[in-house]
């Protein structure tokens, strides 16, 4: 079955600071993988998604994240924080089956930014 | 081009009550899906239309939960009776197809007291 950890639940970095947040994922193949993120008030909006090719993947707003088969990781990144990323992360498995598309996601990680 | 749009975004109903909720996807796209994200958690995915047919509900709590999409465009979700444990928010998502970027709206925050 599918499946997908946040290991941190929250995060505070300085704002300018780099920012890595964790996700692991367990699927039998190769899935469909997504970083989400939810500011307050408003909808979920996609940062990123890997369906195959190159294990770099670069993003809105300046995330990028990378695939990693051989740890089942899916991360996502940024070089420098602004206070405006403050949110909350999600990163999500997706695969194709029975007509339809099943996305699973994780808990969910809440990004704090200080200035 | 105009978002997801749903409605109403907040509700407040007791115990036993009955609930609708509705959801105009983005124009064109095909597949549309209902989510229930509950304080603290992921979204979870409840059913998925492709135009007006179901192609997954394995999720969906059937002795309470119903939805439906009549001509393949808006879509209503609907909780009778409801209970506490259904308080969360309402997630609707459309996308041109299965496994394409999927677009959410706002949400409809769902209090049952």
């Known amino acids: 079955a599918q499946s997908v950890t946040q290991p941190d639940i929250h995060i505070t970095v300085s704002e300018g600071a780099s920012l890595e947040l964790r996700c692991n994922y367990s699927?039998?193949?190769?899935?469909?993988l997504f970083w989400y993120v939810q500011s307050p008030g408003q909808g979920l909006q996609l940062l990123l998604k890997y369906f195959s090719g190159d294990t770099l993947v670069q993003g809105i707003k300046g995330f990028e994240a990378e695939f990693k088969r051989s740890q089942s990781s899916f991360n996502l990144r940024k070089p420098s924080v602004h206070w405006s990323d403050a949110a909350e992360y999600f990163c999500?498995?997706?695969?194709?089956?029975?007509?339809?598309?099943?996305?699973?996601f994780g808990a969910g990680t809440r990004l704090f930014v200080k200035a | 081009e105009a978002g997801v749009a749903q409605s109403p975004r907040y509700k407040i109903i007791e115990k036993r009550q009955s609930v609708a909720f509705w959801c105009n996807p983005i124009s064109g796209h095909a597949t549309l899906y209902w989510y229930q994200q509950i304080l603290g958690q992921g979204p979870k995915l409840l059913i998925q239309f492709q135009n007006n047919g179901v192609v997954d509900d394995s999720q969906l709590p059937k002795d309470r939960f119903s939805a439906e999409r009549l001509k393949g465009v808006d879509s209503t979700l609907k909780i009778q009776p409801a209970k506490l444990e259904d308080s969360a928010v309402y997630l609707c998502a459309s996308s041109l197809e299965p496994g394409g970027e999927q677009y959410f709206g706002p949400g409809t925050r769902l209090t049952v007291t």
């Open positions: 699927y039998g193949a190769t899935p469909y």
């Open positions: 999500a498995v997706g695969a194709p089956g029975g007509g339809g598309f099943k996305t699973i």
